[in-house]
């Protein structure tokens, strides 16, 4: 079964930190990498979203990606108290002729004021 | 935001009565998802659909089916709900492979 792993956490950062979020991949054919971002009793929102090797920013945000480890990661600079939920990561995986979406489990992000 | 529409918001049934859920958008998607998610577990794919009457089992499709006989409709149901499908459910679309999916506000289901 092909999976997608993330370090659950919760991860406690202070405000104006970095925050680093991780995940794997057990698919070496995955091409489309997503981070969503989820609050509390809300449906997931999509942050970033990642289709080449290397550094891709967006604001505050940074997804980089090593097709060889089969790593992607997300960056959050000076992270704010309203960057508080849970991240998860998506990765597309081709099983037939055509290609799902599965998630990781989450990290729950805290973001100390 | 992305005109998705999921039915009800909220159900509350008993162990062995059948389920439908429904999810309707109005972007013309070509995909669209079923998720349950649970503590602990994040989002599990139900079943998904890359066209109207073309479905694919999940990961945990077992107790659950799935109809598609139009564009804007998806529809998950569960033929004798057990009180282990209790869970929120996601409903998610998207235009086309590799692209990002846009979600539903949910359906919080409950089988006492």
């Known amino acids: 079964q092909k999976e997608v792993e993330q370090n659950s956490g919760p991860l406690s950062v202070p405000e104006g930190a970095i925050a680093s979020l991780n995940c794997t991949y057990s698919?070496?054919?995955?091409?489309?990498f997503f981070w969503y971002r989820q609050y509390s009793g809300k449906s997931p929102e999509l942050i970033m979203f990642?289709?080449?090797?290397g550094d891709k920013e967006d604001g505050r945000f940074t997804a980089q990606l090593n097709k060889a480890s089969q790593y992607v990661s997300l960056l959050i600079r000076d992270s704010q108290p309203s960057d508080s939920a849970t991240y998860l990561c998506?990765?597309?995986?081709?099983?037939?002729?055509?290609?799902?979406?599965?998630f990781g489990p989450g990290t729950s992000l805290s973001v100390i004021p | 935001d992305a005109g998705i529409t999921q039915s009800p918001r909220h159900k509350v049934t008993e162990t062995g009565t059948p389920v439908t859920l429904r999810c309707h958008q109005t972007?013309?998607?070509?995909?669209m998802y079923w998720y349950r998610q649970d503590p602990g577990h994040g989002l599990r794919l139900i079943h998904y659909?890359?066209?109207?009457?073309?479905?694919d089992k999940g990961e945990v499709s077992d107790g659950y089916s799935v109809s598609r006989s139009k564009t804007e409709d998806f529809l998950l149901t569960l033929e004798s709900a057990t009180s282990s499908q209790t869970s929120v459910y996601f409903c998610?679309?998207?235009?086309?492979?590799?692209?990002?999916?846009?979600f539903g506000n949910g359906t919080r289901l409950t089988v006492t």
């Open positions: 972007e013309n998607h070509r995909y």
């Open positions: 998610a679309i998207g235009s086309h492979l590799n692209s990002p999916l846009h």
């Open positions: 698919d070496r054919g995955s091409q489309s």
């Open positions: 659909s890359y066209g109207v009457k073309d479905t």
């Open positions: 990642i289709y080449s090797n």
């Open positions: 998506a990765v597309n995986i081709m099983e037939t002729s055509y290609d799902k979406v599965i």
